[in-house]
């Protein structure tokens, strides 16, 4: 569900630029950082990514280049020269002669000017409204393109997860198969201590029950079926990531039911050399259940 996509818009007064970013995540959580789009068309937008891309969090941002002269602030004229004209009557009134008394001697224009220009709403820097009715076409348009990309992003990050996944499994289930050739020396191993344990303790035991008991004895750690399961959940997940629309969940499900039986598998082994196949399906599963949060 990682991702990026960005798309333009060439409005009247400049450039629109709109991009989206999105992350992991079990739902659709959307945060638009801008505050260029429209109180009214935001609901409509929220709907159309939660449609488009389903789960993640996603953020949305819109960046606002203007064209030179629109970026230019605007002045104020008739604001300039009221207060021009009353600043140059309240220099009539004013005597020169008393101390402490501002005087500028002649009347210097452009020192005025300066003046003027810091007085308040004379430099007019009110915002105006970016994303209008009349040009919100061409805005959704973007906005269109730009989850398009994001999308196609998300596709091709996805063919490369499914992929890496994918050998994951297929290390599990070499590993499931290594473990066959340990099963007869597996059971022997375990005959063999509990005969050397009998002899130890110098018993005699009925021949027919010790063999009865033992028969049970090892069924009791048989993980046959736990590879059978093994495999058909191994199975199950590679098919659900090829033909499922939207595996994601479905998959950390399957994962959590292949990590019960190598578990189990782990638990019964009573050899080495399977233990240390576990522990290799262990780490390969964990692998695959960091990446199945990706997979949406």
Not at 3 to 24: C, H, M, P, Q, V
């Amino acid at each position: 569900m990682t991702g990026y996509g960005k798309a333009e818009a060439i409005l009247e007064g400049g450039k629109l630029t709109i991009e989206f970013r999105s992350l992991n995540g079990k739902n659709a959580d959307i945060s638009i950082k801008s505050q260029l789009l429209p109180k009214d068309r935001e609901i409509a937008v929220r709907r159309k990514i939660a449609e488009t891309l389903q789960r993640g969090t996603i953020d949305m941002y819109l960046n606002w280049e203007p064209n030179a002269a629109d970026s230019a602030k605007q002045i104020n004229s008739e604001l300039v020269q009221s207060y021009y004209r009353q600043i140059k009557e309240i220099k009539k009134t004013l005597s020169y002669s008393n101390p402490g008394e501002i005087a500028t001697g002649k009347d210097d224009a452009i020192e005025l000017m300066s003046i003027i220009l810091k007085l308040p709403d004379v430099v007019d820097s009110r915002k105006q409204d970016i994303v209008t009715e009349a040009n919100w076409p061409m805005v959704e348009k973007a906005v269109d393109d730009a989850l398009a990309d994001i999308d196609d992003f998300r596709a091709r990050e996805g063919a490369i997860l499914a992929a890496d996944v994918s050998s994951k499994v297929e290390k599990i289930l070499e590993c499931s198969r290594e473990i066959e050739k340990y099963e007869q020396e597996r059971s022997e191993a375990v005959r063999t201590r509990i005969m050397e344990k009998f002899e130890e303790l110098q018993l005699k035991p009925d021949h027919d029950r010790l063999e009865q008991e033992m028969i049970f004895y090892l069924e009791k750690l048989d993980i046959n079926e736990e590879r059978v399961r093994l495999r058909q959940h191994c199975a199950y997940y590679l098919e659900t990531l090829r033909e499922d629309p939207l595996p994601g969940k479905k998959l950390g499900f399957i994962a959590q039911e292949m990590g019960r039986e190598i578990n189990t598998t782990g638990s019964k082994a009573n050899h080495t050399e399977i233990q240390k196949l576990v522990t290799l399906m262990k780490d390969e599963l964990e692998k695959i259940k960091e990446q199945s949060l990706n997979i949406l």
